[in-house]
């Protein structure tokens, strides 16, 4: 009898895991046709954005085998690995949207025991742009320099055609600072890949046109922005000089900070730019500030000047520029000659923070904007509605204005405004226009040249075009620090746009202000021409939630005998547990 019931326990136990297996077999199977995942972070670093996503499964795009020769590898301090495990992680998560098209391999340029072959290795990736990094590493009392590449190369259709760099330090003297390094770098990895994904594949850049003979900013300050737009589009210089046909190769005009009149002939080509679908990016400054008077008698007056643009061309798009300067207590510093603590808040220099507009898809997440002497903007011809108008940055509460001609004067910092008793503020600085625009030569004269011209038909409503209007020409603007001569001309150094002149870094070496002036550029200019797959990713942040090194030394010896100590003790009680069940089923088969 017992030993019947310990067969039919036995043939029990045989169909119970064969039938267990048959159905983990058959769920595989089945799923196998579906993909999903759950990413159950907060800020979602483990999922692609939508974008990013839809780029890869764009096979209209990729059309062959993009191939990245990864150089970060080997023997590499820990938060070097992190960067590079996040890679691998990140061109996996490609490959399950893009398949094949996406492929890789990581290379280590020491990995080679030929020392001939290894130096080889590295000219040819330092050739193709990529910078080495000299990393002091502590290691058995004593300190060693390891050379790293934090870089990869990217090849498409057979041909290296890219690269990417994933930071881009010359010498990292510590592990603080490594390991900012590695959270920033881990933090654009994202961006930094689809981006290569996004220049390879581009078949017809589109052109982006800096516009000249108004007293527009130089070439050299705005190399920051350039630099950023030069890798995905075309990127040249114009002068319309009453040339109807000067626009005609450009896609976007960026108008930055003209000083002196526009001529009607240059007006009407940029009106009839706008008509054909042309989009216009205008950075304006109202007002016109001496900073050099400032800084030589510690004030200067913000002065009314007249660009004949404003009353009739802008206000017919739908905005009006006002002659007045907006003052923020949340501001940026300025450098004071003489002054003891050297900075000061200049209210002047407004931080204008996205969160406080209107939502908007290319100041979404962003660092705060940094403006200097901004003015106001009005939204007119309401009864427009052609034209959708969306205030995309505006001062904080705590703002005010000063009327033109407006006195600036170093004594402010002594004695500021009162901020908190003004009920007004959150004035707008900048405008995004969409839709059809009417002419602001509509019901105008206009030259006869170009009316009678036989390669040209004046139109007086735009197709849906896109415009954006900033009450500021330094928003763009990037520092100059140095300039040599170079091939016949100069050679400039800038400072970034991201990081302030007068910032004084933190203690650990990292700025204490981080500007969106540039990322807010590229957006727009990426959402102008209607290419948005870039403008979420760029402004995508991972929050790194770092241990407290000092409760991890108070509390060291407690976790550690609590991670020595809890698994013994469950193995323990496991194995109890184990012999108490093997005691009772032996004891109930021999009765």
């Known amino acids: 009898m017992a030993e019947e019931k310990k067969k039919n326990n036995m043939s029990s136990d045989i169909v119970t895991h064969v039938g267990l297996v048959a159905i983990i077999i058959l769920l595989n199977y089945i799923l ?29 795009r990729i059309k062959d085998r993009i191939f990245f020769k990864i150089y970060l590898d080997g023997d590499l301090p820990a938060d070097l690995k992190k960067i590079r495990n996040a890679v691998q992680e990140k061109l996996d998560e490609f490959r399950v949207y893009a398949g094949d098209n996406i492929q890789y391999e990581f290379i280590d340029p020491d990995g080679s025991d030929d020392e001939e072959f290894n130096n080889e290795v590295k000219n040819i990736i330092y050739q193709e742009g990529i910078q080495f990094c000299d990393v002091k590493i502590q290691s058995s009392g004593e300190q060693k320099v390891k050379t790293v590449w934090p870089g990869a190369l990217i090849e498409y259709k057979g041909t290296t055609m890219d690269m990417v760099q994933f930071f881009n330090i010359k010498t990292v003297q510590s592990e603080e600072l490594l390991r900012n390094i590695s959270e920033q770098a881990i933090n654009n990895l994202e961006y930094q890949l689809i981006s290569a994904v996004r220049r390879v594949t581009t078949d017809n850049k589109k052109t982006v046109s800096f516009l000249h003979g108004h007293g527009e900013l130089r070439p050299h300050q705005t190399n920051d922005v350039r630099k950023g737009l030069d890798r995905y589009y075309f990127v040249d210089d114009i002068e319309i000089n009453g040339q109807i046909s000067a626009l005609d190769n450009t896609d976007a005009l960026i108008v930055a900070k003209p000083s002196s009149r526009f001529t009607e002939k240059d007006k009407f080509v940029i009106d009839q730019f706008v008509m054909n679908g042309g989009r216009v990016l205008w950075f304006i400054d109202p007002l016109d500030v001496r900073r050099d008077s400032l800084t030589k008698t510690g004030m200067t007056f913000g002065i009314s000047q007249n660009l004949n643009i404003e009353k009739d061309m802008l206000y017919k798009y739908g905005v009006r520029l006002n002659n007045e300067l907006v003052l923020d207590e949340n501001c940026g510093p300025i450098y004071i000659p003489g002054y003891e603590l050297q900075f000061a808040d200049w209210y002047f220099y407004p931080l204008l923070r996205p969160e406080n507009a209107e939502v908007h898809a290319i100041t979404k997440n962003l660092d705060p904007i940094r403006m200097e002497y901004a003015s106001t903007i009005d939204l007119v011809n309401e009864s427009n509605t052609d034209i959708k108008k969306t205030v995309i940055l505006k001062s904080s509460r705590n703002s005010i204005l000063y009327k033109a001609p407006a006195r600036i004067n170093y004594s402010i910092i002594l004695k500021p405004p009162k901020f908190e008793n003004n009920n007004q503020g959150e004035y707008p600085t900048a405008v995004m226009l969409e839709g059809k625009f ?3 030569f509509e019901n105008k004269p206009i030259s006869e040249a170009f009316l009678n011209s036989p390669d040209y038909s004046t139109k007086f409503k735009s197709e849906d075009t896109k415009m954006l209007v900033v009450a500021d020409g330094d928003v763009l603007r990037n520092e100059i620090l140095d300039s040599v001569p170079y091939q016949g001309g100069w050679n400039y150094q800038y400072w970034p746009l991201n990081r302030d002149i007068y910032g004084i870094p933190n203690m650990n070496g990292t700025p204490k202000y981080i500007y969106g002036n540039k990322e807010f550029v590229l957006n727009a200019i990426d959402y102008m021409l209607d290419d948005n797959s870039l403008i979420d990713i760029r402004t995508k942040t991972i929050t790194y939630r770092g241990l407290d090194l000092d409760k991890v030394k108070e509390e060291k010896q407690f ?4 991670n020595i100590a809890v698994p013994l003790l469950l193995i323990i009680l496991l194995a109890i547990i184990q012999l108490v069940l093997r005691k ?3 004891a109930s088969t021999k009765s």
């Open 32 to 60: 196998s046709f579906y993909f999903g995942r759950f990413d159950l972070t907060e800020d979602k670093r483990h999922s692609l954005s939508q974008n990013t996503i839809d780029l890869l499964q764009d096979e209209d």
């Open 438 to 440: 009417s002419s602001a």
């Open 559 to 562: 976790w550690t005998f609590l």
């Open 584 to 586: 009772r089923r032996y």
